[in-house]
């Protein structure tokens, strides 16, 4: 059992839509969320002139997965300035420094290529960068405070809405309730998780969608395909990892090719449907 923890959102100009500060207990460093409209108000705090690591997240053309950019900087101001003239897809960014000064260019050099590793073997975003960074070469106490860093920003991550760092757990697949959808003349095998809905690698997916399929789920399957996710296998395609999505209906569609309702069509051994399942434990 893990212990808990709280994380503190701070808004300095009382906005809800604004510059937010993030602590977490226990934690020696500091994040701060804010829009691009916002950046030229929040370019003054503290926060910008120290060394950091920060993403960019913007939409996609033609892709339902978020566009992300993954740097560092020291000071991290420096480096965000210049990408508000030089790029132009982000809508907000991220940055996490430290409180004190124990975070040094060579640790965020470090933290910067550990989440471009996490983001490309996740696959739930599309990375803006166009390589990846090496990791710097640092003592192993420095690899221990670095990883250490890293970890309390994964935990802080998902307050914000970023979910493109995380990865299938094994010991979520262990707890829950395996379920398989069979449509169409392919089977595909699933689980819920607390990140969304986990589709197995070897499932199988329809190759072509139908007519009548929602546009984002076409859009869908071929950022998947782009991606290597789903790859062909004789007249259909299949999943070659785990990959979650955000609810068992957009699995689904993906699966068939077109729209359906997943908590129906998503069955446990004995046929019980995921509603069912869900109803059985909201009643006890």
Same mark, same amino acid.
């Given at each position: 059992?893990?212990?808990?923890?709280?994380?503190?959102?701070?808004?300095?100009?009382?906005?809800?839509?604004?510059?937010?500060?993030?602590?977490?207990?226990?934690?020696?460093?500091?994040?701060?969320?804010?829009?691009?409209?916002?950046?030229?108000?929040?370019?003054?705090?503290?926060?910008?002139?120290?060394?950091?690591?920060?993403?960019?997240?913007?939409?996609?053309?033609?892709?339902?997965?978020?566009?992300?950019?993954?740097?560092?900087?020291?000071?991290?101001?420096?480096?965000?300035?210049?990408?508000?003239?030089?790029?132009?897809?982000?809508?907000?960014?991220?940055?996490?420094?430290?409180?004190?000064?124990?975070?040094?260019?060579?640790?965020?050099?470090?933290?910067?290529?550990?989440?471009?590793?996490?983001?490309?073997?996740?696959?739930?975003?599309?990375?803006?960068?166009?390589?990846?960074?090496?990791?710097?070469?640092?003592?192993?106490?420095?690899?221990?405070?670095?990883?250490?860093?890293?970890?309390?920003?994964?935990?802080?991550?998902?307050?914000?809405?970023?979910?493109?760092?995380?990865?299938?757990?094994?010991?979520?697949?262990?707890?829950?309730?395996?379920?398989?959808?069979?449509?169409?003349?392919?089977?595909?095998? *699933?689980?819920?998780?607390? %990140?969304? =809905? @986990?589709?197995? +690698?070897? $499932?199988? &997916?329809?190759?072509?969608?139908?007519?009548?399929?929602?546009?984002?789920?076409?859009?869908?399957?071929?950022?998947?395909?782009?991606?290597?996710?789903?790859?062909?296998?004789?007249? *259909?395609?299949?999943?070659? %990892?785990? =990959? @979650?999505?955000? +609810?068992? $209906?957009? &699995?689904?569609?993906?699966?068939?090719?077109?729209?359906?309702?997943?908590?129906?069509?998503?069955?446990?051994?004995?046929?019980?449907?995921?509603?069912?399942?869900?109803?059985?434990?909201?009643?006890?």
């Amino acid at each position: 059992m893990s212990n808990g923890f709280s994380i503190k959102i701070f808004l300095p100009d009382g906005k809800p839509e604004g510059l937010r500060v993030i602590e977490k207990s226990n934690w020696n460093g500091w994040g701060l969320l804010c829009s691009r409209v916002e950046f030229g108000q929040a370019k003054t705090r503290p926060e910008f002139s120290k060394p950091g690591v920060y993403i960019l997240i913007g939409p996609s053309v033609g892709s339902n997965l978020v566009t992300a950019y993954i740097g560092e900087g020291d000071p991290a101001g420096e480096r965000l300035k210049s990408h508000a003239v030089a790029k132009d897809f982000w809508t907000k960014f991220v940055l996490f420094t430290s409180k004190d000064s124990n975070l040094n260019k060579a640790h965020v050099q470090y933290l910067e290529a550990r989440l471009v590793e996490l983001a490309s073997a996740s696959k739930r975003c599309n990375l803006e960068n166009g390589n990846q960074p090496a990791r710097p070469a640092l003592s192993e106490i420095d690899v221990a405070e670095a990883e250490g860093f890293l970890g309390e920003m994964l935990l802080c991550f998902p307050t914000l809405g970023i979910d493109f760092f995380e990865t299938v757990t094994k010991s979520e697949e262990v707890t829950s309730e395996l379920l398989r959808l069979h449509a169409k003349g392919v089977t595909a095998q *699933g689980y819920e998780s607390a %990140q969304g =809905f @986990v589709i197995k +690698s070897g $499932s199988r &997916a329809i190759g072509t969608e139908t007519t009548s399929c929602p546009p984002y789920i076409v859009g869908l399957r071929k950022t998947l395909s782009e991606k290597g996710i789903l790859k062909p296998d004789g007249n *259909g395609l299949i999943f070659s %990892q785990d =990959f @979650v999505f955000n +609810s068992p $209906s957009a &699995a689904g569609a993906v699966v068939i090719g077109g729209a359906i309702s997943g908590p129906e069509a998503w069955k446990d051994a004995s046929e019980k449907t995921l509603k069912q399942i869900q109803s059985s434990a909201a009643a006890e």
